[in-house]
């Protein structure tokens, strides 16, 4: 999907404005620890998907999910007194998993590393103890 730098430039605006206000202004108590991961916005300027990455629970992200779109109206409206446009653009939240799912990666990198190097270990024990040191030189 090809981008205008309007749209890229935009987008980043809308994910610093949000972040800020989500940290300063709403005071949802159901909305937990939330990161903008990005922000994409229509062609038209009209639409904008704002993704975010949250902590917590499944029970946790989903209250937090439901604080967000119960604040999508404020958050436009203050958007809109930072922003000169001509039309706001409609938010939506989307849920970006990204976070985790990497973390979950590195954690299972992680574990395959760690069997491997206890692979190596045992494999190296048993070598040893199946080929006894055979550097000790005879004396006549």
């Known amino acids: 999907m090809v981008h205008s730098h309007r749209q890229e430039k935009l987008g980043e605006q809308i994910a610093e404005d949000i972040s800020d206000l ?3 202004r709403v005071k ?3 909305i937990g620890f939330v990161s903008v991961t990005r922000v994409e916005v229509s062609g038209d300027l009209r ?4 993704y975010v990455s949250v902590m917590g629970s499944p029970e946790e992200r ?9 604040a999508t ?8 007194s930072r922003l ?12 970006d998993n990204s976070i985790e ?12 590393s760690r069997e491997d190097e206890e692979r190596k270990q045992t494999l190296e024990a048993q070598m040893a103890s199946q080929h ?3 550097t000790t030189e005879n004396i006549d």
């Open 84 to 95: 000169t446009l001509r039309y706001m653009p409609e938010i939506t939240f989307k849920l």
């Open 132 to 134: 006894p040191d055979e």
């Open 62 to 70: 989903k209250e937090t999910m439901q604080g967000l779109n119960k």
């Open 22 to 24: 989500i940290r300063t």
């Open 73 to 80: 109206g404020f958050l436009r409206h203050e958007l809109a």
């Open 101 to 112: 799912e990497g973390s979950r990666v590195l954690e299972l990198i992680n574990k395959v």
């Open 28 to 30: 949802d108590p159901r």
């Open 47 to 50: 639409h904008a998907k704002v």
